[in-house]
């Protein structure tokens, strides 16, 4: 008999110590079972924030300066080509700074697939997934004025996104930019063919073409 006293007291103080608090905000910090003054470890250490105080230092600051003649661990990214989409005159540049190949291409419709198809589409026709959950106004890239878009355009606008779009710089690093773009291009090309781009016979066979 005793017992179903302990498990009913048991059972009310974890009901409520589980669902009594749900949603309560707490400001204060939580009690400290162990104090730091009466049991001094390692729990709380000094240390020093960037650009915080110190009074270690002459000059007060946590921060050192640099020594003299130290550089940045990044690659130096000065290419503007490459790293900007820009032609040496400053205008938008036309064409692929990296070599154009097969492994390129594979590289930028995978990425192109994970980054942009959920907006723009499989075939890039501005009906990715998103439409379908009230995000209307994503262009389609068969417009004339995306197909003559420069690349290094389109290279900005992944890099630096654009209203509604935001920028793809954190996923996509300049040479995938790069790859995506010319996946870009395929999409495009390939809603323009007609049946003089198809030269050889066996293909003008299965198309029923002369
Ligand atoms: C979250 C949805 C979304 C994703 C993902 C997305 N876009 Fe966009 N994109 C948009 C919208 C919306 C616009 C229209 C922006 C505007 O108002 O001009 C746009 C515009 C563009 C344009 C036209 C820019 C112009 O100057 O008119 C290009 C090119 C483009 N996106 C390429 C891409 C590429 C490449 C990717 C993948 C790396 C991508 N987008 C991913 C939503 C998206």
Not at 159 to 164: I, M, S, V
Not at 174 to 181: F, K, Q, T
């Amino acid at each position: 008999m005793r017992h179903v006293y302990l498990v009913t007291a048991f059972a009310v103080v974890l009901a409520v110590s589980v669902l009594g608090l749900r949603g309560t905000k707490f400001t204060h910090p939580p009690m400290d079972v162990f104090p730091e003054w009466a049991f001094p470890g390692m729990k709380r250490q000094p240390k020093p924030k960037p650009q915080g105080e110190s009074k270690f230092f002459a000059d007060g600051r946590a921060d050192r300066p640099l020594p003299a003649g130290v550089v940045s661990r990044d690659p130096l990214r000065n290419d503007d080509t490459l790293y900007a989409g820009k032609a040496s005159g400053g205008a938008w540049l036309r064409g692929f700074p990296v070599p154009v190949d097969a492994k390129l291409m594979a590289r930028g419709k995978e990425r192109y697939t994970i980054y942009c198809s959920p907006c723009h589409g499989a075939v890039g026709d501005g009906n990715g997934i998103t439409k379908q959950y009230g995000m209307g106004a994503t262009p389609t890239y068969h417009d004339p004025r995306l197909r003559d878009m420069a690349e290094g355009e389109i290279f900005n606008t992944i890099t630096n996104g654009k209203n509604n779009m935001q920028s793809y710089a954190d996923k996509l690093v300049p040479e995938d930019r790069w790859a995506v773009i010319l996946y870009v291009r395929a999409l495009q090309r390939a809603q323009t063919g007609r049946a003089s781009d198809v030269t050889d016979a066996a293909g003008k066979q299965t198309l029923g073409l002369k």
